[in-house]
């Protein structure tokens, strides 16, 4: 297994458009997480997956994400109308029933 | 809500030196983690601490974990330049969602 992958690995948009990540985990592992992570900052919770099931989601998330894991095997995260403030790197993770979680090499975002 | 600090922010080391980092969170956990992170590249798992007065050591870092005071430490032993990176501890919150701290940037000195 390769670990973790994310595509695409940079994402230049326009402010206002939709953008599309996609995350494909280790292919045992049942939990799946999104994060964001700012330049000097420590990676940020956005949403957590159990096979298909989205079992939690950040307060701070706002209405313009949503994530999905279909089939509890790869799993989207989409941005609709995006904002400047939304440029940061998108990182994934997943785990299977134990605590340690590998991370994906992210996606980086910049809205111009 | 759990806070998670790390101290210090930044660090600059001599090689062959000591030093420990420290990672203090505000409410009970019983899981805590430390990561690795070079410039521009994801985070690499470095331990998993999952019980009071857990200890973990790999090459020159040691990990502990005390669950009552809320404090984990990452002591590294006679530094080498390949550690500087940033690290980052992260707690538990809850079933399913983990807390980072803000990351401590270590630069060792030749």
């Known amino acids: 297994d390769t670990g973790v992958s994310q595509n695409p690995r940079h994402k230049i948009t326009k402010r206002g458009q939709n953008v599309t990540f996609r995350c494909d985990p280790i292919?045992?592992?049942?939990?799946l997480y999104w994060y964001r992570q700012t330049l000097g900052q420590g990676p940020e919770f956005l949403t957590y997956f159990q096979n298909e099931a989205q079992l939690e989601k950040s307060r701070l998330l706002s209405d313009r994400f949503s994530a999905e894991r279909p089939k509890g095997s790869f799993s989207t995260l989409e941005i609709q109308r995006t904002e400047q403030g939304d440029s940061a790197m998108y990182l994934c993770a997943s785990s299977y029933d134990s605590y340690e979680q590998y991370f994906g090499p992210g996606t980086r975002l910049t809205v111009t | 809500e759990l806070k998670v600090e790390q101290n210090p922010l930044f660090l600059s080391m001599q090689e062959g030196k000591n030093y420990t980092i420290y990672c203090n969170y505000s409410?009970?956990?019983?899981?805590l983690y430390w990561y690795r992170q070079d410039p521009g590249k994801s985070l690499e798992s470095l331990f998993v601490?999952?019980?009071?007065?857990a200890v973990k050591q790999e090459g020159r870092l040691m990990a502990s974990l005390d669950t009552k005071a809320r404090l984990s430490t990452l002591h590294i032993t006679a530094a080498v330049h390949d550690l500087s990176a940033t690290y980052f501890c992260a707690v538990a919150s809850g079933t399913y969602k983990y807390i980072f701290g803000t990351g401590t940037r270590l630069k060792v000195l030749a």
């Open positions: 409410t009970t956990s019983d899981r």
């Open positions: 601490l999952l019980s009071n007065g």
């Open positions: 292919s045992e592992h049942n939990r």
